[in-house]
Antibody, heavy 121, light 110 residues
Framework: QVQLVESGGGVVQPGKSLRLSCAAS????????THWVRQAPGKGLEWVAV????????RYADSVKGRFTISRDNSKNTVYLQMYGLRAEDTAVYYC??????????????WGQGTVVTVSS | QSALTQPASVSGSPGQSITISCTGT?????????VSWYQHHPGRAPKVMIY???NRPSGVSNRFSGSKSGNTASLTISGLQAEDEADYYC??????????FGTGTKVTVL
């Protein structure tokens, strides 16, 4: 069973950058799409970005487009979320999530435990 | 990319049935049969309860069921139990190869 572990969260000043990592362990994670989902304090879940394995296609929510970049390093079984120009409204728990392949390509049955990003001066 | 609309809260007594709606547009809910429902307890990772509108993953109770009509999807929890108290989110694949979540519904077991 694949497990996802996020890291890289922390406290950062507005305008600064941060890179989150999502490392997969268990079985090889080679062909999975990986999504980032966040939850701001007191708010609901918000889809942030996806990196589709086939075609290496990336897509972003309008709220982060142009500021966040998703990428992967297959040799490390890791997907990254590079965040630039951070704003207070980016403060959230960031989860990476993936479909396992058993159910649906667009249902996330594998989730990490989340990493907290706080944007504050 | 507007969030799908869900009621903020729904409540019911143990044993009752409740239904949570999830309204989108033809570019998401209405355009694809890729609606999922997630149960989220605070401090824990979300758990998928329904995928592709009306399918349950292995291990999810058959008290959970899903449906869709037009631009609105629904999650029904029958035989409500205390352990069902949580936040529930719908999500849908959307045009442009993106995803969108619902606004979330807090389910309270009275």
């Amino acid at each position: 069973q694949v497990q996802l572990v996020e890291s890289g969260g922390g406290v950062v000043q507005p305008g600064k950058s941060l890179r989150l990592s999502c490392a997969a362990s268990g079985v090889p994670y080679g062909t999975s799409d990986t999504h980032w989902v966040r939850q701001a304090p007191g708010k609901g879940l918000e889809w942030v970005a996806v990196l589709y394995y086939y075609g290496n296609k990336d897509r972003y929510a309008d709220s982060v487009k142009g500021r966040f970049t998703i990428s992967r390093d297959n040799s490390k079984n890791t997907v990254y979320l590079q965040m630039y120009g951070l704003r207070a409204e980016d403060t959230a728990v960031y989860y990476c999530a993936s479909p396992s392949g058993y159910y649906s390509p667009y249902a996330f049955d594998i989730w990490g435990q989340g990493t907290v990003v706080t944007v504050s001066s | 990319q507007s969030a799908l609309t869900q009621p903020a809260s729904v409540s019911g007594s143990p044993g009752q049935s409740i239904t949570i709606s999830c309204t989108g547009t033809g570019s998401d809910v209405g355009g694809y049969n890729y609606v999922s429902w997630y149960q989220h307890h605070p401090g824990r990772a979300p758990k998928v309860m329904i995928y592709e509108v009306n399918n349950r993953p292995s291990g999810v109770s058959n008290r959970f069921s899903g449906s869709k009509s037009g631009n609105t999807a629904s999650l029904t929890i029958s035989g409500l139990q205390a352990e069902d108290e949580a936040d529930y989110y719908c999500s849908s694949y959307a045009s442009g190869s993106t995803e969108v979540f619902g606004t979330g519904t807090k389910v309270t077991v009275l």
